[in-house]
């Protein structure tokens, strides 16, 4: 189904079941979705993190964090999605080990079991908080060859006279 072809998104707003896509992000957004974190409190570990975009058929959509930091639910979720038992990755994983462990999971369907509540508003419009309850796999298809993203912030400034 093509973008045009759904009605306005609208965020989930009451717990329940739902139909959800997951959505490949936009090549020009991938690197705003797929990010490293802030250092974390106790370690001043950074890991990588991705916002991923749910939605069904009838415009219900939801945006859900995920981060390195807890790889078995990343596991979970493309396993679910995709019908297919992968290995838990590495909570040191970079954005491209990421992305390419997410990519066979995007443009397939699941059945979510969602706890949904409400969250501070966000620009004057409401916000929600959701937990997966329960995924049912129903299948589908991945989208598209995975795509390069930066590395982590201090490879940039890590030069060995290297020309690229």
């Not at 009451?14 to 992000?25: D, E, I, M, Q, V």
């Not at 957004?29 to 570990?45: G, H, M, Q, R």
Request: contains cysteine; charged residues 30%.
């Amino acid at each position: 189904m093509q973008r045009r072809d759904y009605p306005p998104f609208v965020s989930i707003s009451k717990s329940g079941t739902y139909k959800l896509k997951l959505f490949r992000p936009k090549d020009e957004k991938v690197a705003l979705k797929f990010k490293w974190s802030k250092p974390d409190k106790d370690t001043n570990k950074t890991y990588a993190t991705c916002t991923l975009f749910f939605a069904d058929e009838a415009g219900n959509c939801l945006n859900k964090y995920f981060s390195a930091k807890y790889p078995q639910a990343i596991a979970i979720l493309v396993g679910r999605l995709t019908g297919r038992k992968i290995e838990t990755p590495s909570q040191d994983m970079d954005l491209n080990d990421l992305f390419t462990i997410l990519e066979p999971a995007f443009g397939c369907y699941g059945n979510f079991h969602l706890d949904v509540k409400e969250d501070k508003p966000f620009n004057g419009r409401p916000s929600y908080k959701y937990k997966f309850n329960k995924i049912e796999t129903i299948g589908g298809a991945s989208n598209g060859p995975a795509k390069r993203l930066p590395g982590p912030p201090d490879d940039d400034a890590a030069d060995d006279g290297v020309p690229f």
